[in-house]
C-alpha cells in the first residue's frame, strides 16, 4: 500500500469512528445532532493539552479525554431535553460556534496557532507510523463497531431505539427520555472524542479550523448516505464520502462541485442511505447475494 | 457635538444598517419555514446569486433598476426551482433530510458560481439614487440612506401583503395548517411556491445591497449569514416575521456597538448563537414565537 | 390496604383559558371495571393523561395505590403499575410486534440501572412477550414489523404492551374504535379476562353497548365536570345524561 493510500484510508477510518459515535445520537436515538464536530474538536484538544502540558501519553490520557467528552455530551445534551425538534437542531449548529470560537479566542487553548508539537502514538516502546498507526484505528474502529452492537442488544439501546420511534409511548412504558437521551449523548461523544484523540496523535497539530461547522454536516452526511441506525451503515458512509474527493482529484476544480451534487442527489433520491430500509441496494442487490428473502 | 457621540451615533446608524441587512435575508427564511417548516440554508446562497445577477446585469447596462429586476426575477425562478425539485419531494422524511439537502444546494450554488464567475472578490461601484445626507456632522451616504429606506419599503409591503390581501390570508392560513388549508381550498403547494418567489425575490434585493454597501461580491458571502440567519429565527420564534426582523435589528446593532465600538472581545460571528441560547432558556419559543 | 385503587380529587387542568377538566372527583376501586364516558370535548382524554402523567395539573389530587401522583412524569407513573392505551395509536413503527412488547416489558423486568445493561433478547423474555401476544391474538404477527399492521391489530398492540406495563390498573383510550364486529366480541372478553386476573381498568369508549355491557359503573362527564356517576342502569335512566347525549344519537346507537 503506497503512503498516499494509507493516509486516504487512515482519515477515513478516523471519520468512520466519529461517526459511529454520532449514530448513536442520530440513528439510534434518534435525536438531532448538527454540532458533532464540536466533540470531535473537544477530544482532539483535550488530548493534545493532557499529552504536551501534562505530560501524559495516549494511553494515560484517554480515559481523561473520554471523561472529559461524557461530561460536555451530558451538558450539551441537556438542551435536546427541553427543546423541539428544529430548535435543537439550530442550537447544536450554534454550538459548533461557541466550541469553535472558544479554541480561537481562550488563549489555555492556543488561539489562532493552535496546539502543536503532539508526540505520537507509542506502543510497546516504539512510537506509531504510517501503516502501523492505520492498523491501531481499524483496532479501535472494530471496538467501537462492537460495543455500538452490544449496545443494540441491551435493554438500554432497545429503550433508545423505543425513544426514537415514539417518545410519549415510551415514556408511558417505563422509559425515561431524560435518562436515555443523555445516555446517548455521552455515549455518542466519547466516541468522537476517540476519534479526536488519535487525530490529534495523527497530525500532531491541531486548530480551531479544523473542527467548523462544515465537518459536522460532512459526518451528519456520512451518517446519512450509509444508513442511519444501522451497524455498518458509518462506515460505509465515511469510505464512500471520504473516498469521492479523492476519486474525483483528476477533475480539479471541480471537485468539490461533484461532491456537492453527489450529495445531492443521494439525499434526494435516497434519503435512507444506503444500507437504509428502502435502499436500491436493499432491494435489488441483497436479495441477490441472499437468495431473495423477504 | 463632540467627536465621541459622533462616532457612537454613526456606529448606531450602521448597526442599524447592518440590522436591516440581516432582517432582509432572514425574512425570506422565516416566511419559507413559516409555510413548509424547512429550514432552508440555501436561501443565502439564493441572495449570493442576487449580489452577482446584480453586479453583472448592471455592468452591461449600466441600468440599476434592471439589476434589480433581472436579479429578483432570476432568484425568484431560483427559488421555486428549488422548492419544487428538492423540498417538496422530501417533505415526507425526518427533517434533517431537507436540511442536508438545502446544505448540498447551497455548496452547489456556490462552486457553480466559484467556476463561472471566479473566486475573486468583485466590487460593485454603484450609486443608489437616493441622496448623501449630513446631519450636524454626521455623514450618511445614499447607500445608507437607500438600506433604510428599502427595508422598510420591503416591510411595509409584506404587512400589507399579509394583512390586506386574499394572498396574504392563504399564507397565513398554510403556514398554520397546511392540510386545514387545503381543506378550506387553498392551494398549498401553489402558496409555498409563492412564498418562495417572494422570499427569493427580497434576498436578491439583499444581495445587490451588501454588495454595493460594502463594494464586494464573492461566491461564500453566502456562508456567514446562513447561520446567523438561522440563529435569528430561532430568537425571534420560528416563523414569526415580525419577530425575525426585531431580533435581526438587534443583533446588527450588538454586533457592531459591542464589538466594532465598545471592542468587546468577542467572537462576532458566535454572538448570534449566544444570544440564541440566552433567549431560548429564557423563553424556549423564542421572543415572539407561539408554542 | 384500601379497597380503593385511584383517587381522582378536584382534578383541574386549564389551557389558557380553557378549563378542560374543572373539579372532577371519582374513585375507582380495586379489580373493577370504570367506564369514562361523555360527550366530545368533555375532557375523557385529558383525564386520562393527567392521570397518566402526560398533563401536570393545575390543581387537585391523583392518588393511585395509597401513592400521590399528579405532577410525576409518565414513566415514574408507568412504573408503579400504571398502563394505557392511546385514542390515536402509537406503535413502535420499525420495531416488530414482539419487540414492541418486550420495551413494554423493561418497566417491570429491568428495575434498576445495572440491568439495563443485559441483553433484551432471551428465550425467557421473549416466551413472556408471546404470552401477552397471545392473549390479544397476535401471536402469529409476532415478528412483522408494527408499523405494516392495520387499526385493529394495532389496537390489540396497544393493549397488549399496557399489560406488559399495566399489572395494577389498565387506563384504555377508545380501544373498541374503529373495530369489526368479531373483533369488539373478541375485545370484550379479553378485558373480562383481564380483570378476572385481578387487574384494575378504566376505560373511555365511545361505544355505549360495549361501554354498559362492559362497566361495573361508570361516570359521565361533561365540559370538564362530572355529570354523573353510577351503575349502567342508573346512567341510562339518568335524565342529564340522556340530555347532554341529546343530538348525539349516531352514538348513543353506534353498534
New interface residues.
Given amino acids: 500500500m503506497s503512503g498516499y493510500v494509507i493516509t486516504i484510508l487512515t482519515q477515513i477510518v478516523i471519520q468512520a469512528i466519529v461517526v459511529c459515535g454520532l449514530n448513536v445520537i ?1 440513528g439510534y436515538a434518534g435525536q ?1 445532532s ?1 454540532g458533532h464536530a464540536a466533540f470531535f474538536g473537544i477530544g482532539a484538544y483535550s488530548a493534545a493539552l493532557l499529552t504536551t502540558q501534562a505530560g501524559l501519553s495516549f494511553w494515560t490520557a484517554l480515559p481523561l479525554v473520554l471523561l472529559i467528552c461524557a461530561v460536555c455530551g451530558l451538558l450539551l445534551g441537556l ?1 435536546s431535553l ?2 423541539k ?3 435543537l ?3 447544536t ?3 459548533n ?2 466550541v ?2 472558544m479554541f ?2 481562550v488563549p489555555f487553548f492556543g488561539g489562532a496557532l493552535g496546539i502543536s508539537g503532539i508526540p505520537r502514538i507509542s506502543m510497546f516502546g516504539e512510537p506509531l507510523r504510517g501503516a502501523h498507526f492505520l492498523y491501531l484505528c481499524l483496532a479501535c474502529l472494530a471496538v467501537v463497531a462492537s460495543l455500538c452492537w452490544l449496545f443494540t ?7 433508545c ?2 425513544l426514537r ?2 417518545e ?10 431524560v435518562r436515555f437521551k443523555l445516555l446517548a449523548f455521552m455515549l455518542g461523544t466519547m466516541i468522537a472524542g476517540l476519534g479526536g484523540s488519535l487525530y490529534a496523535h495523527y497530525m500532531r497539530f491541531v486548530s480551531a479550523d479544523d473542527f467548523s ?1 462544515p465537518l459536522s ?1 460532512a459526518f ?2 456520512m451518517l ?1 448516505v450509509g444508513g442511519m441506525g444501522t451497524l455498518l451503515g458509518p462506515i460505509i458512509g465515511a469510505l464512500i464520502l471520504g473516498a469521492l474527493p479523492e476519486v474525483f482529484r483528476p477533475l480539479a ?2 471537485r ?2 461533484f ?3 453527489i ?2 442527489l443521494m ?2 433520491f435516497q ?1 435512507g442511505g444506503i444500507l437504509g ?1 428502502s435502499s436500491l441496494i436493499r432491494k435489488r442487490l441483497l436479495p441477490q447475494f441472499l437468495g431473495g428473502q423477504k | 457635538m463632540g467627536a465621541n457621540m459622533q462616532l457612537l451615533i454613526e456606529q448606531i446608524l450602521n448597526g442599524l444598517a447592518m440590522g436591516s441587512i440581516y432582517a432582509i435575508i432572514t425574512l425570506g427564511l422565516a416566511l419559507v419555514y413559516g409555510v413548509m417548516r424547512i429550514l432552508h440554508v440555501a436561501h443565502a446562497s439564493v441572495y449570493t446569486v442576487g449580489a452577482y445577477a446584480g453586479v453583472f446585469i448592471f455592468q452591461t447596462t449600466g441600468s440599476l433598476a434592471l439589476a434589480f429586476l433581472g436579479s429578483m426575477l432570476l432568484c425568484a425562478i431560483l427559488g421555486v426551482l428549488i422548492e419544487r425539485l428538492v423540498y417538496f419531494p422530501l417533505l415526507k422524511h425526518p427533517p434533517y433530510v431537507p436540511l442536508i439537502a438545502s446544505i448540498a444546494v447551497m455548496l452547489t450554488i456556490e462552486e457553480v458560481l466559484r467556476l463561472l464567475a471566479g473566486p475573486q472578490i468583485l466590487t460593485f461601484t454603484a450609486k443608489l439614487p437616493f441622496p448623501d445626507v449630513n446631519l450636524g456632522g454626521i455623514h450618511l451616504s445614499s447607500t445608507l440612506i437607500a438600506i433604510y429606506v428599502i427595508t422598510i419599503a420591503i416591510l411595509l409591503f409584506l404587512w400589507w401583503l399579509t394583512t390586506k390581501t386574499e394572498i396574504g390570508l392563504a399564507m397565513r392560513a398554510t403556514s398554520q395548517d397546511m392540510a386545514i388549508a387545503g381543506a378550506q381550498g387553498i392551494n398549498s403547494h401553489y402558496i409555498v411556491s409563492l412564498t418562495f418567489v417572494i422570499g427569493s425575490a427580497i434576498a436578491a434585493i439583499g444581495g445587490i445591497l451588501v454588495g454595493i454597501y460594502y463594494n464586494q461580491v464573492y461566491p461564500t458571502m453566502g456562508a456567514v449569514p446562513a447561520y446567523k440567519t438561522l440563529a435569528l429565527i430561532v430568537v425571534g420564534g420560528m416563523g414569526s416575521v415580525p419577530g425575525a426582523v426585531i431580533a435581526a435589528l438587534l443583533l446588527g446593532l450588538a454586533e457592531t456597538l459591542l464589538i466594532g465600538y465598545l471592542n468587546v472581545p468577542f467572537p462576532r460571528d458566535a454572538l448570534a448563537f449566544v444570544a440564541m441560547i440566552g433567549v431560548l432558556v429564557w423563553r424556549s419559543e423564542g421572543l415572539m414565537g407561539s408554542k | 390496604m384500601s379497597d380503593l385503587l385511584l383517587e381522582v380529587k378536584n382534578l383541574a387542568i386549564h389551557f389558557g383559558g380553557l378549563h378542560a377538566v374543572d373539579g372532577v372527583d371519582f374513585n375507582i376501586k380495586r379489580g373493577e371495571i370504570l367506564g369514562l364516558l361523555g360527550p366530545n370535548g368533555a375532557g375523557k382524554t385529558v383525564t386520562f393523561n393527567l392521570i397518566s402523567g402526560v398533563y401536570k395539573p393545575t390543581s387537585g389530587e391523583i392518588w393511585f395505590d395509597g401513592k400521590r401522583i399528579d405532577g410525576l412524569p409518565p414513566y415514574a407513573i408507568a412504573a408503579l403499575g400504571l398502563g394505557r392505551t392511546f385514542q390515536i395509536v402509537k406503535p413502535f413503527p420499525t420495531l416488530s410486534v414482539l419487540d414492541n412488547v418486550l420495551v413494554a416489558r423493561g418497566v417491570t423486568r429491568y428495575p434498576n440501572a445495572a440491568s439495563l445493561w443485559t441483553s433484551w433478547r432471551s428465550r425467557k423474555e421473549a416466551q413472556a412477550a408471546m404470552a401477552l401476544l397471545e392473549r390479544v391474538g397476535l401471536a402469529d404477527l409476532a415478528k412483522r414489523k408494527a408499523g405494516l399492521l392495520p387499526l385493529g391489530n394495532l389496537r390489540r398492540l396497544e393493549i397488549a404492551r399496557a399489560l406488559a406495563v399495566g399489572h395494577k390498573l389498565l387506563l384504555l383510550d377508545e380501544s373498541f374504535s374503529g373495530l369489526r364486529h368479531e373483533e369488539i366480541a373478541k375485545l370484550e372478553t379479553l378485558i373480562r379476562s383481564i380483570r378476572a386476573d385481578g387487574i384494575t381498568v378504566l376505560l373511555i369508549e365511545h361505544n355505549m353497548r360495549v361501554a354498559m355491557g362492559l362497566s361495573d359503573r361508570i361516570v359521565v362527564m361533561e365540559y370538564g365536570k362530572k355529570l354523573a356517576e353510577g351503575t349502567p342502569e342508573e346512567i341510562q335512566r339518568d335524565e342529564r345524561v340522556i340530555e347532554a347525549y341529546l343530538g348525539r344519537k349516531g352514538e348513543a346507537n353506534a353498534s
Fill in positions: 442520530v438531532i448538527l438542551p427541553r427543546l425538534e428544529d430548535f437542531a439550530i442550537t449548529i450554534g454550538i460556534f461557541i469553535q470560537a480561537l479566542y442488544r441491551m435493554f438500554a439501546g432497545l429503550a431505539f423505543a420511534e415514539e410519549s409511548a415510551a415514556s408511558s412504558m417505563g422509559i425515561s427520555p461547522f454536516i451528519l452526511a446519512v476544480d471541480f468539490i462541485l461532491y456537492a451534487l450529495l445531492l439525499i434526494r434519503p430500509e
